[in-house]
């Protein structure tokens, strides 16, 4: 069974750090690209970050660029999303992904294998 767990969400003031982990289980992770995306209130699905399978290509979402990093630890079987400088409209509820193609993450389709959420909240 595939499985992905994403968690490190919670509150934090504007200007602060988080990290997001996903654990993930149930597939050859050393094969799959990753992806993290998130869902404000009201709002639609949006494509945050996006990684290969070998980690060599990565994409950000114009509205992440600079701030956010991805990075996965195939050891671990683990995706990472550093989230520095966060910014109010950073507020979601984020979810990892992860699938066989590395464009569909990209281009924000749907991707592979879903985990749960985490809820990211940035407010002072």
């Known amino acids: 069974e595939v499985q992905l767990q994403a968690s490190g969400g919670g509150l934090v003031q504007p200007g602060g750090s988080l990290r997001l982990s996903c654990a993930t289980s149930?597939?050859?992770?050393?094969?799959?690209?990753v992806g993290w995306f998130r869902r404000a209130p009201g709002k639609v699905r949006e494509g945050v970050s996006c990684?290969?399978?070998?980690?060599?290509?990565?994409y950000y979402a114009d509205s992440v660029k600079g701030r956010f990093t991805i990075s996965r630890d195939n050891a671990k079987r683990t995706v990472y999303l550093q989230m520095n400088n966060l910014k109010p409209e950073d507020t979601a509820v984020y979810y990892c992904?992860?699938?066989?193609?590395?464009?569909?993450?990209?281009?924000?389709?749907?991707?592979?294998?879903w985990g749960q959420g985490t809820l990211v909240t940035v407010s002072s």
């Open positions: 992904a992860a699938g066989s193609y590395y464009t569909r993450c990209v281009r924000g389709l749907d991707f592979g294998s």
């Open positions: 149930g597939f050859t992770f050393d094969d799959h690209a």
């Open positions: 990684m290969d399978s070998s980690g060599g290509s990565t």
